[in-house]
């Protein structure tokens, strides 16, 4: 796929002087195109990620010497001795007033390599986003665990900034985020607002919840779940009466709460299962598409908010079971991933490929298909 010819950069449009990779043209034209990633990598032209797809800029391949220099141009040196030392490092820096961009720096085959994520200046709204409206009512909890989960790249920190600065603006507490690296960042509103980046702040996620838990906060954001430590005591934060939000690569409520209860070891499941029934609010699992005319992308939720019967089943170990109370707790604002998926189809939002690519369950989706094309031909008799 390439970019349309009228409006692509030339080469030139990506070096300085016809020779040099240019950091600042690759990031302009990343912005211009409204690309959700750069990726820089030898032997290829720079490429951006734009609806979904990888086109190229230009056509001349970087070396290794242009990934070096790119690299060098935008990584401070603590981090390029991380590289040099680790094969890679995580950081997010400013790009003007324009946008903030993640970035991975990473050895590949003894080169550099690069890729870089474009972090929009403008918190979005609920509203812009899609979030279901149920979600301000769990951002206005006073305790407890909510998760937000889904594949690399899914939109999980566009959400979760959405929700962050929807409590900045509407409650008056101390919120503390976690994160590797910062990508939004937030003022203060009514909230005293405190961001820790891991690396720059605090060495890794475990010490900085620890310290969290002596900073006197309200509202606690864990960037990412990654290890048995973060997992107890983000639990555990949650129990003693914060509002704590984390992240999973998971997808979907059953999915999410096996993935937990497994990272701890068999003597303790039983334990966590019950720490877990009591704290939880809600698992949101989200994943992005492409709409059908391709002018952008939508988000697809799955809502999982806690009830009495789904805190039994947790409890119990019964996970399977929860697919099928989410299936029937449209009151309480529950929706299945593959219900959500449907509703974008039969609005012609999302193409019927795209809908059954990111199904959970194809054959009871195909059913309801074909129940609904049936339906319709009816109407029209």
Known sequence: MSLPQQAAPTADATRSGGNKADITRLLDAAIKYGASDLHLAVGRPPSVRVRGQLS????????????????????????????????????????????????????????IGLVLRTIPSKILTFEEIGLPPVIKDICMRPRGLVLVTGPTGSGKTTSLATMIDFINRERADHIITIEDPIEYYHGHNKCVVTQREIGNDVPDFPEALRRALRQDPDVILVGEMRDLETISTAITAAETGHLVFGTLHTTGAAETINRIVDAFPTNQQA???????????????????????????????????????????????????????????????????????FNLWSSQRITYAEMMRRCVDPPSLEKKVRDYTEAMRGRKK
């Not at 704290?279 to 059908?292: D, E, N």
């Open 56 to 111: 190229n800029l230009g056509k001349n391949p970087l070396t290794k010497e242009d990934t070096v220099a790119l690299m060098k141009s935008i990584t401070s040196d603590r981090n390029q001795q991380e590289v040099a030392e680790r094969g890679g490092c995580d950081f997010g820096f400013a790009y003007g007033e324009q946008a903030r961009f993640r970035v991975s720096v990473f050895k590949q085959k003894g080169q």
């Open 271 to 341: 334990q966590i299962r019950t720490q877990l029934a009591a704290t939880m609010i809600a698992v949101i699992s989200q994943t992005l598409l492409p709409t059908a005319d391709n002018s952008g992308r939508v988000a697809a939720f799955e809502l999982m908010i806690s009830t009495d019967a789904i805190e039994s089943l947790i409890r119990k170990g019964e996970t399977f079971k929860i697919n099928s109370h989410i299936q029937t707790g449209g009151k309480e604002g529950m929706i299945l991933l593959d219900d959500y998926l």
